[in-house]
């Protein structure tokens, strides 16, 4: 397997892991909302927000990651990696 699509796989796996961190951690939070009281639930829809905004950006990214949108940035020298075209 060629290295950028080892290093594709890795990234990929590493986002649908933390996608599933994020969608436990909204199930939880979603299940503390029930009985407590208005500012807390504020807190806790704000959290659930957060973590919602955090797994749309990760599949935005996977979405792109599975085509070769990336492919040049990967393969990129860290120095250059910074410099989007987009």
Known sequence: MPALDEEK???DTFLRKCNRYAEARIEGYEQELEGIDPAQRLELQEKITRWTTYIAFNTYTLDRLDGTELD??????????????G
């Open 9 to 11: 796989r890795v990234i």
């Open 72 to 85: 040049e940035w990967l393969q990129a020298d860290i120095t250059d990696a910074c410099e989007c075209g």
